[in-house]
């Protein structure tokens, strides 16, 4: 058996998914929404199932598709992208990110990483040979420390991996903290891989992409997900943009993963990314609304919640109602005792790094507004 993937724990959003459901919680763990998406993607997807499409893609994604994510990316941030040479198509994020860091890392190389962090960055990079270099976010703040992260920079730096809006934080990174990545990755002569996959769920400013600072275009690729995007994370349709020498390589590291990505997906995620405005800010909208009822909700049966200006997800402490428990026990009783799943943020740092925090959960509120008032109405009986 491969030592790594051995070793390797089944994913937290699955077993606590799992527990959930064997218990009968809402789950709040698990970050998906429950309704779904616009119903014009959908008729889309089904439309074009039925016209006879249905064989391999090209390997770098359908022209309709290369198209769209060149045109957003206009759009949404002025950067400008050739959707022929500077865009690739993966089959969702998670192949994204490690075609990514498959295009760029030799064994040896380091890359620096910010915890805490999304659990796929770190089996992958060790499974390329790649050396972490963590940088630690604190609560409540998650501010980025500048000495730290200068110190993690190196001459082995290959590249940084960057999550903004941040999973499990949901924190955004701002102009200074994005400044600062910007300056190190060019002094180093390094890469940036910047997982955006939250890029529209912001709410308080609008998402400004690390590929839009000085020098950065050629340096970064920038990922998104029509999952997140368009609220159907089953579909797993992902895209990374480039420079044209970068998406190369990506595409190279997609040929050996999985090729190609399901046709008719594609070409409903290029009716979606070419919707108006108006479903842009809907989507946030909603979801700014959502994470305010379950965070007010939260502090007032004494969860207090850390800030989070974007993604799917709210940090809560726990220290008003541990007894003595850390978050993984704490998140096993809630499901039990209260009928509510989140997850426990301590299975967002390296296991082999220092200590984490043990009194954190992050609930996810991309749920309907009468299940959260369900979720905090259980939450209440108990606490
Ligand atoms: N990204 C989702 C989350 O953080 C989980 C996706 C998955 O289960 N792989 O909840």
Redesign the pocket.
């Known amino acids: 058996a491969n030592t790594q993937l051995s070793a390797l724990p089944t994913?937290i959003?699955?077993v606590m998914s799992q527990l959930a459901a064997q218990h009968g919680a809402i789950n709040l763990?698990?970050?998906f929404p429950d309704t779904e998406g616009p119903a014009e993607l959908v008729e889309a997807a089904r439309r074009f199932l039925g016209d006879g499409r249905n064989q391999y893609a090209p390997l770098t994604g359908l022209p309709e598709l290369r198209g769209a994510v060149a045109r957003a990316n206009a759009r949404f941030y002025g950067i400008e992208a050739d959707a022929t040479r500077d865009v690739v198509v993966t089959s969702g994020a998670?192949e994204a990110i490690t075609a990514c860091l498959m295009a760029v890392v030799d064994p040896g190389d380091e890359v620096v990483l910010i915890e805490p962090l999304?659990d796929t960055y770190l089996p992958v990079l060790k499974m390329l040979g790649a050396v972490a270099r963590c940088v630690r976010l604190h609560a409540p703040d998650w501010l980025l420390p500048e000495q730290e992260l200068r110190a993690a920079f190196g001459p082995k730096t290959k590249a940084i991996l960057l999550n903004s809006p941040m999973?499990?934080t949901g924190k955004v990174f701002d102009a200074r903290e994005r400044a600062l990545i910007a300056e190190l990755v060019r002094q180093h002569d390094a890469y940036a891989i910047c997982d955006e996959v939250y890029e529209h769920l912001t709410f308080e400013a609008p998402h400004v992409p690390l590929m839009a600072e000085p020098g950065m275009r050629e340096r970064t690729m920038r990922i998104g997900s029509a999952g997140k995007t368009f609220s159907l994370t089953g579909w797993k349709v992902g895209y990374v943009t480039a420079s044209a020498a970068l998406a190369a390589l990506v595409a190279k590291a997609h040929q050996i993963l999985t090729f190609c990505t399901p046709p008719n997906l594609q070409r409903a995620v290029a009716v979606g990314l070419d919707m108006k405005d108006g479903y842009y800010e809907r989507l946030s909208g909603e979801l700014r609304a959502r994470r305010d009822q379950l965070s007010e909700g939260l502090h007032a049966l004494g969860f207090p919640t850390l800030p989070a200006g974007g993604s799917y997800f709210v940090v809560a402490s726990i220290d008003a109602h541990a007894k003595g428990r850390d978050d993984v026990t704490f998140c096993r009783d809630l499901i039990t005792e209260a009928g509510v799943a989140a997850?426990p943020v301590s299975a967002f740092y390296d296991p082999e790094g220092a200590e984490p925090p043990r009194n954190l959960i992050r609930f996810?509120f991309c749920k309907r507004e009468a299940v959260l008032t369900e979720a905090l109405e259980r939450l209440g009986r108990v606490f």
């Open positions: 994913t959003f699955t763990g698990q970050g998670t999304y999973n499990p997850i996810a």
